[in-house]
């Protein structure tokens, strides 16, 4: 019999190969077998483009697919025409008899409808297998479906005894606090989610690029909110390099972004998250300030921060935020340590970067 969890394992690392291309779509990997032999394997790469169980049977072969193959994915098949046909025909047009999935899609669309076609079929489907980890890979997609919100992920840098700068400060310039091969990693981390979010005092002081560069990966569209209008038009984030959407109180003509009026009464934490969750972006990864940041956590609005911490003495500046009731996992970064905070107890090799 397959070793249904080692296969399953194979199918979230081909997924995660769409980590910086995938969304909106989830991640997907896709595996068949024949009695615990590798025969083909494929991934989701980008939307739009042929699902991961498409590419694994597209890796297979036109012939005939074994009658005792199992092929593995880790999200249940769509069974409606979206961008590409439906998985589950496929499956069945391809004659493969078993399908073991890590769990169901609870994007409406799907949400059992793939399953109850594969077994009306005569399909054998299994449910369940490694779905932690499953859960835990597609945590992004699978938020924005259920919460009607992106995942949110904030992160930041202070120093070892808890400032995010040092004051006074000098130029408008970022002050780096982190170790060299910490600020690839994050770079990284950016590159897997679909928005960044600051507000306008980190514009002000930081006048911050907020892309990828120091890694291979499509940069996030560019968030700010700046309700009373003073960040400088010169800015970075302004510079059209990547797509920047602006939350502000009037039209600023002289900047060529897309503009959002904020109303006297709006909340703009709220605003923010509902337009997004409007235009699919799963993900929103807030490196604001002190302020930006404080508010997300008073309201307990956050899925998951990322803190590293330098060890670098400032001695004054802008205290960093604090946390209560959230799960820590601590990892090293060169001379650099990085807290990870959760609400959720999550799959303890999942936290490696």
């Known amino acids: 019999m397959p070793d249904h969890a080692h296969w399953m394992q194979r199918c979230l690392q081909l997924a995660r190969m769409g980590a910086s291309s995938a969304a909106p779509n989830p991640m997907v990997g896709a595996v068949l077998v024949q009695e615990d032999r590798l025969l083909a394997e494929g991934w989701h790469h980008r939307a739009g483009e042929p699902h991961a169980e498409v590419n694994c049977l597209l890796a297979f072969g036109d012939g005939p697919v074994p009658s005792n193959a199992v092929l593995y994915v880790n999200l249940e098949p769509c069974n409606h025409h979206g961008r590409t046909p439906p998985c589950t025909e496929l499956i069945i047009d391809r004659g493969v008899n078993q399908v073991v999935i890590a769990h169901a899609d ?5 949400s059992g409808q793939g399953i109850e076609r594969l077994r009306s079929a005569g399909v054998s489907v299994t449910v369940g297998v490694e779905e932690a980890h ?3 890979t597609n945590r992004r997609f699978l938020t924005s479906v259920e919460k009607a919100r992106p995942y949110i992920v904030l992160k930041w840098a202070q120093s070892g005894d808890g400032f995010l700068d040092r004051h006074p400060r000098g130029e408008r310039v970022v002050q780096r606090i982190s170790d060299p091969a910490t600020d690839v990693l994050v770079h990284r981390w950016r590159g897997e989610e679909q928005a960044i979010l600051v507000g306008s005092r980190t514009v002000i002081n930081d006048d911050p690029r907020l892309n990828v560069r120091h890694v291979e990966g499509r940069s996030p569209m560019r968030v700010v909110i700046d309700r009373g209008c003073r960040t ?10 990547t797509p920047t959407l602006l939350f502000t109180s009037r039209v600023r003509p002289e900047l060529s972004v897309e503009q959002l009026i904020l109303g006297q009464s709006d909340d703009p934490i709220d605003k923010v ?11 929103l990864l807030v490196e604001g300030g002190a302020e930006l940041l404080g508010h997300f956590i008073k309201r307990d609005l956050w899925d998951e921060a990322r803190v590293i911490i ?3 003495r400032y001695m004054a500046g802008t205290p960093a935020p604090l946390f209560n009731n959230a799960s820590v996992r601590t990892l090293a970064s060169g001379p650099d340590k990085i807290d990870f905070h959760t609400h959720q107890q999550t799959p303890a090799e999942e936290w490696s970067w």
Do not use: K, Q, Y
């Open 106 to 110: 609870p994007f409406p669309a799907v």
């Open 273 to 283: 998250l509902t337009e997004l969750h409007l235009r699919s972006i799963r993900s």
């Open 134 to 136: 499953a859960r835990w």
């Open 310 to 312: 330098a060890p670098v």
């Open 232 to 241: 400088p038009a010169g800015s970075h984030v302004f510079d059209g390099t």
